[in-house]
């Protein structure tokens, strides 16, 4: 069995923006969110991934990943969604919305 090798990272991001250009594999999605001033601002957030270069050009036809992190009682969450390699042709748009605070971090691995 092979494994996936020369996997790249977006690094942790907090807000839209163009993650890689060109074509290549989504391999995950995480997502970190914390409680930063109390049991009030809860950080939660989503993230929306199209394969595109622009926020014009993203649509539901060309998303291809999604991922939702909230947090627990316990003041964090961290939540991965493998995305089992889905292709991409013209690059990694990452759309992000915070639903309370903006402290919620994501990151995308990709090759």
């Avoid at 995950?28 to 601002?41: N, Q």
Wanted: a neutral charge.
């Amino acid at each position: 069995m092979t494994g996936i090798g020369g996997c790249r990272s977006s690094g942790a991001f907090t807000a839209d923006a163009v993650l890689f250009t060109g074509a290549g594999k989504l391999i995950s999605i995480t997502g970190m969110s914390f409680v930063t001033t109390g049991p009030t601002v809860d950080n939660t957030a989503f993230i929306v991934l199209h394969d595109c270069l622009t926020a014009g050009a993203a649509s539901a036809a060309n998303t291809i990943g999604v991922l939702y992190v909230g947090t627990t009682a316990k003041g964090s969450n961290f939540v991965e969604a493998d995305m089992h390699g889905v292709k991409f042709k013209n690059g990694i748009f990452a759309e992000v919305t915070h639903v309370a605070g903006t402290s919620t971090k994501f990151l995308v691995t990709f090759n």
